[in-house]
């Protein structure tokens, strides 16, 4: 990027756009205040405070500023959704959950770029109104809670929070909240019940939509990390030059984490759709480990279904119909979804020809039984199901049945939970069993068909934790 220099190793490949990573391993660059605002920090606060808060959303719906941290919803769109003649007090919260297994983005933006995300924070409370705002930090981050902490305290003295921000009336504070170190302290709703000091059971949807009856039941927006910092880029931009980078209808950047059988894994920001897989794996990832093939990849974190490398998707309909192979495939919201798959966190993991399906379909079920809140039965049960079935077969104690009751148990969890996570921890294995059915079976054992076999001690495998 002109003018600004990167650690040595660390320069932004040239397919890349930084928008909101521009800071990112700069050299010279701090977290400090006095950094932040030569470069025009808060400059973007100052515009907003001038502006109708109706103004202000306008141009995030224009943008077409779609959620980062995971479902894509239009940010816009759920600004507005807090209830017409709302008398109560409206809160917003930052996701800085990032517990995504694959996904490490969120983390360098607290790291590297704090005032970056307080400033769009800054705008997005006064827009919706909410004058008092938590950053939910995961346990995990430590570090970036101190960080945060530190550049909260800076904006404090510097009249961009607190009474009367620069003499606009608007009053403002933000809270650090440590997570509480699990997964589902991410889904927006268990994140609430965790900042009210409960234990983080999701709530049903409708009627705890968030933006309706969130924290203490108030309206409450919840967005991630990375949606918060476009704030600041879209205002300082205009929504309409905003949402001319990216793709119609999968605008901006995003960044991608890519971890797994490649040679350099990192995190690379991108316009959406504007790169494909083949680009981020073969040109910015620098391709698979020497002599080894792509077998598949899981595009948006551990959630989202495998894709086989050598698949064929058909995306688009009629005239505008059109085969791709996973090379293809533009790393935008919508394709991924054609493509059966969804762009979820923008963690991209990368599988090749060395590993065993069974073992990583393990390893993930190992995570989501391990993660389940257990507050509804098909996820508490089913998941450890999963889990057992799957230790099994790497323990090679399981027979080809398993595989269908694998499927099965799978089956019967998604879309019968009270959260997503009911979702998310099906799809792997629904995905893997559509996709490596033939590989799952060779590695179990026919001659145990109808054996009553176990990979764990009699107490596990009766259910016991
Ligand atoms: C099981 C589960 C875990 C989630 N974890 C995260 C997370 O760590 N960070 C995050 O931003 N969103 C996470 N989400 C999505 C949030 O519920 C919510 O949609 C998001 O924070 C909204 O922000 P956005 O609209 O800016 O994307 C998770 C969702 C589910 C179902
Ligand atoms: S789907 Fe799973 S994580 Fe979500 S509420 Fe039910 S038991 Fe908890």
Not at 60 to 71: E, P
Not at 82 to 88: E, H, R, S, V
Not at 230 to 241: D, F, P, R, T, W
Request: hydrophobic share 35%; charged share 25%.
């Amino acid at each position: 990027m002109s003018g600004i220099t990167y650690q040595r190793g660390r320069e932004p490949h040239p397919k890349e756009h930084r928008v909101v990573f521009r800071n990112v391993d700069r050299v010279g660059w701090d977290t400090g205040i006095d950094t932040f605002l030569k470069e025009g920090g808060y400059e973007q606060l100052k515009k907003a405070l001038g502006m109708e808060r109706s103004a202000i959303i306008d141009e995030v719906k224009k943008a077409g500023l779609r959620g980062r941290g995971g479902a894509g919803f239009p940010c816009g769109v759920k600004w507005t959704f807090i209830p017409p003649g709302n008398t109560k007090p409206v809160y917003l919260i930052c996701n800085a959950d990032e517990s995504e297994p694959g996904t490490f983005k969120d983390r360098y933006i607290l790291h590297q770029d704090p005032h970056q995300l307080l400033e769009g924070m800054i705008i997005a409370c006064f827009a919706v109104g909410a004058k008092l705002a938590y950053i939910y930090i995961r346990e995990e981050f430590p570090e970036a809670a101190q960080i945060v902490e530190k550049a909260i305290a800076e904006a404090h003295a510097k009249g961009f929070l607190g009474k009367d921000i620069l003499g606009s009336g608007f009053d403002l504070e933000i809270y650090v909240h440590r997570g509480a170190g699990a997964y589902i302290c991410g889904e927006e709703t268990g994140l609430i019940e965790s900042l009210e000091g409960k234990r983080p059971y999701p709530r049903i949807k409708p009627p705890y939509f968030p933006a309706a009856m969130g924290l203490y039941l108030c309206p409450t927006i919840v967005n991630n990390v990375e949606t918060l910092c476009h704030v600041k880029h879209i205002l300082e931009m205009g929504g309409e030059a905003w949402a001319q980078t990216g793709t119609k209808n999968n605008t901006g950047t995003r960044i991608l984490c890519v971890s797994g059988d490649v040679k350099k894994p990192g995190y690379f920001e991108v316009e959406v759709g504007k790169v494909t897989m083949g680009e981020v794996i073969n040109d910015m990832c620098g391709g698979l480990k020497d002599g080894r093939k792509l077998k598949a990849v899981i595009p948006g974190g551990s959630s989202a279904k495998v894709l086989r490398a050598d698949e064929t998707f058909t995306v688009g309909r009629g005239d505008d119909a059109r085969q791709l192979t996973i090379r293809d495939i533009p790393m935008d919201f919508d394709t991924m979804a054609a493509c059966g798959s969804m762009a979820g966190s923008g963690g991209v993991i990368v599988i090749d020809d060395s590993r065993s399906i069974s073992w990583v379909l393990n390893n993930l079920n190992n995570f989501y039984a391990h993660e389940s809140c257990g507050q509804c039965t098909p996820c508490r049960e089913g998941s450890l199901w999963m889990k057992k079935i799957t230790d099994r077969v790497v323990a090679g104690k399981a027979s080809p049945a398993d595989i269908d009751t694998l499927y099965g148990v799978a089956k019967n969890i998604d879309g019968r939970t009270i959260c997503a996570f009911g979702e998310a921890c099906s799809w792997p294995t629904e995905s893997f069993v559509e996709k490596f059915r033939d590989e799952l079976v060779a590695d179990t054992k026919p001659e145990l068909e109808g054996a009553l076999v176990s990979a764990e001690p009699l107490t596990a495998a009766a259910g016991l934790r």
